[in-house]
T-cell receptor, first 116, second 111 residues
């Protein structure tokens, strides 16, 4: 299957600071990428849809000013958690569909964020 | 309605047995139904997927059964192995759009 990478795999930051998470499609181009967060023993919750060259689309209840998404190229999307608080501690995962005709979506390995 | 309901929440199966996980959806516009396997601390991995024009798809020990009229689909894992112990998520989407996930099933295979 296609490969999606994330960096970093885990990060610890202090409350009030910002953290950037990268999502890369390694062997295919992705005009769209999705960002999810997952709390322990829960399902994946879609946060936003990242669109290359345009603004991201955020799900209801997700603060766009807090979770900044940039999709600067066909292989890279970034999620920046601004002014992080302990309640932002979670597992953040990105995914990308293989192409417009193929519905298969591939997920990154996830980034564990801990805010102290 | 975008909801996908998944059951059971947890499942214990003996090694060599058949694991069955069920999902039901409401949105008849959904046209792609994947299953994902997730190990602790890892991202979900695509296991198998089906489109509504077929009633069954088999890949190795994994089979999806799809009932369009009942708006239900299920994952069957034959000859379940300890290495299959993981959390399984069903999902659904329309077109190449965002996935709607089920709540997950924690599967444990015991020797």
């Amino acid at each position: 299957g296609a490969v999606v990478s994330q960096h970093p795999s885990w990060v610890i930051c202090k409350s009030g600071t910002s953290v950037k998470i990268e999502c890369r499609s390694l062997d295919f181009q992705a005009t769209t990428m999705f960002w999810y967060r997952q709390f322990p023993k829960q399902s994946l919750m879609l946060m936003a849809t990242s669109n290359e060259g345009s603004k991201a689309t955020y799900e209801q209840g997700v603060e766009k000013d807090k979770f900044l998404i940039n999709h600067a190229s066909l292989t890279l999307s970034t999620l920046t958690v601004t002014s992080a608080h302990p309640e932002d501690s979670s597992f953040y995962i990105c995914s990308a569909p293989l192409d417009r005709r193929n519905y298969e979506q591939y997920f990154g390995p996830g980034t564990r964020l801990t805010v102290t | 309605q975008q909801q996908v309901k998944q059951s059971p929440q947890s499942l214990i199966v003996q090694k060599g047995g058949i694991s069955i996980i069920n999902c039901a959806y409401e949105n008849t516009a959904f046209d792609y139904f994947p299953w994902y396997q997730q190990f602790p601390g890892k991202g979900p991995a695509l296991l198998i997927a089906i489109r509504p024009d077929v009633s069954e798809k088999k890949e190795g020990r994994f089979t999806i059964s799809f009932n369009k009229s009942a708006k239900q689909f299920s994952l069957h894992i034959m000859d379940s192995q300890p290495g299959d112990s993981a959390t399984y998520f069903c999902a659904a989407c329309f077109g190449n759009e965002k996935l709607t996930f089920g709540t997950g099933t924690r599967l444990t295979i015991i020797p």
